[in-house]
């Protein structure tokens, strides 16, 4: 019988990797989630999605993977939330050097930034601490 843990940890994963989807689907569609329009942040922003990709896959590898509980599971959920940790640490960086979080106050897209980092870390953490200790 699956683990509550596994159970619990699967559906973050699944959840993350439907945000992941969804972000860049309205990213290069709606553009709600685009912070500003300037050239310099597009091009930047527009590095991304090969790499969200691969958490996305590495993600539903990952829960699939817990929900059967297979060996695999564990590796592919640690690396979706390796990846996760990574990509929100740049992000996060980007946002420092260029002054971003100062339009909090005045930019819903960029409260979803600060959404998407805060989730990304928490999530990446929480799958690692929890997965962690069944592979060392």
């Known amino acids: ?4 843990i596994d159970l619990i940890l699967s559906v973050l994963l699944i959840i993350s990797a439907i945000g992941l989807v969804y972000y860049w689907v309205d ?5 709600g989630v685009q912070v500003i329009q300037e050239d310099w942040y597009l091009k930047f922003e527009k ?6 990709m691969w958490i996305v896959a590495c993600a539903l590898i990952g829960a699939v993977g817990l929900l059967t509980e297979q060996n695999y599971g564990l590796l592919f959920s ?4 390796s990846s996760g940790i990574f990509l929100a640490l740049i992000d996060i960086t980007f946002n ?20 998407i980092n805060i989730t990304s870390l928490l999530f990446g953490i929480i799958i690692i601490v929890c997965l962690g200790a069944r592979i060392i």
């Open 47 to 52: 590095a991304f999605p090969v790499a969200d």
């Open 1 to 4: 019988m699956i683990a509550l």
């Open 27 to 31: 990213f290069y569609t709606r553009k």
């Open 96 to 115: 420092i050097q260029n002054k971003l979080y100062r339009l909090v106050g005045t930019s819903n897209e960029m409260v979803f930034e600060v959404v």
């Open 78 to 81: 640690i690396l979706a939330a």
